[in-house]
């Protein structure tokens, strides 16, 4: 374990080799904006709006999947990445029914967060539209298909953390889904515990509790960082 | 706009919409009366108009759902000086566009056959009930729009801000804006 400096948005960072630009970054107080990612579990560098510029080279890297060099120079804001994050974003809504007028987490959404951090405030590209359901079998929580951003957060969560491997997704591209088992309604999986974990961490209104109405629900991220400071450093504090 | 020798104008459209962002517009409440003085309107949805005016600034509630606000929302571009979406039906489609999945007859038959008891007629298109259009579109897919309000409704606060700002000539500001 060794100390790195680096340089990013010209302020002068130290991490500690084998961390990633992301958290480095965000240790020293420059947010890169995120999807896929989130803290505690394993990174997949999927969604691409923490991409950042490294002095050097000529593509655009993941700030969540790339370790940190000694001294390399980093920019996280750009006309250029803030062009790609804006399409990235509306990318999203387009792709799938975001209806937030009547959505369990209006105004307390990743995306929508998003949206106007980027400063969007409406959508380029035409909207897909596609026909959509939402799984509501499980007695406790829901999962509406039109919210879902395909972070898979709630697979990485359900296998690495709650150890039950439910999620996953099946099919290809725009056709891709969540889905529970090999398929089954969540309500009839025999894996699922019930834990709630997935729910929490999902970043829209596609995992919801049941009984929440419009902008009810706020997730709870913080047993994550309970569980992951408990299994490295074997405290179990909040 | 000429601030110096007239007042500007402005105009609101209901096109696909609940009415709910007029009523929001209506929750300005004492601050209509200040800001009364400084705008003449032309058009609301309250006004008994044949022909639109021609106007400075035009709000516009609702997503382009049926031919009436195709043609309609088309001659309000061309009379507009400055076009706004007006709320979330008429920037994303929102709740308006929820039938975009389906198709119409789909549609139609959802609203006036299964959930009706007594079916006493269907809408043809040729009556004064005008045809949907295949799919709810925001403006923006149809005309082209210069500034847009999000929201469901946008609150009072941030369509008097809209208002002031676009009075005094200036682009509306995007402080505390959010989307959806
Ligand atoms: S998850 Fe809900 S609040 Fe978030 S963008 Fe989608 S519809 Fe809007
Ligand atoms: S509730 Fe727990 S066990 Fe069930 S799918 Fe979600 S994370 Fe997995
Ligand atoms: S359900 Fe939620 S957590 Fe899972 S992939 Fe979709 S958006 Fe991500
Ligand atoms: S947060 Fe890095 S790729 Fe998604």
New interface residues.
Partial sequence: MSVVTLEIDGKVCTGVSGETVFDVAWNNGVKIPRLCHIGGLPNIGACRLCLVEVEGQKKLLPACITPVQEGMVVRTWSEKLIAHRRLIVELL?AER???????VV??N?EL?DL??EL??????L??Q????VADTSHERFGLDHNRCVLCTRCVRVCDEVEGAHTWDVSRRGALSQIIADLGEPWGESDTCTSCGKCVQVCPTGALFEKGKAVSEMRKDRGFLKYIVTAREKGQWIR | MDPVNRKPSLATVWLGGCSGCHMSFLDLDERLIELAPLVEVKASPLTDYKDFPEVDITLVEGAVANRDHLEHIRTIRKRSKVLVSFGDCAVTGNVTGMRNAFSVPDCINRSYRDNSAVVVGIPSGNSVVPELLERAHPVHEVVDVDYYLPGCPPDGDAIHQLLVDLLNGRAPSSDGRRFG
């Fill in positions: 809504f029914n975001h209806v937030c007028s009547v959505c209006n105004r959404c929508q949206a106007v400063g969007l405030d409406h959508i380029r035409r909207y539209f596609p026909k959509l």
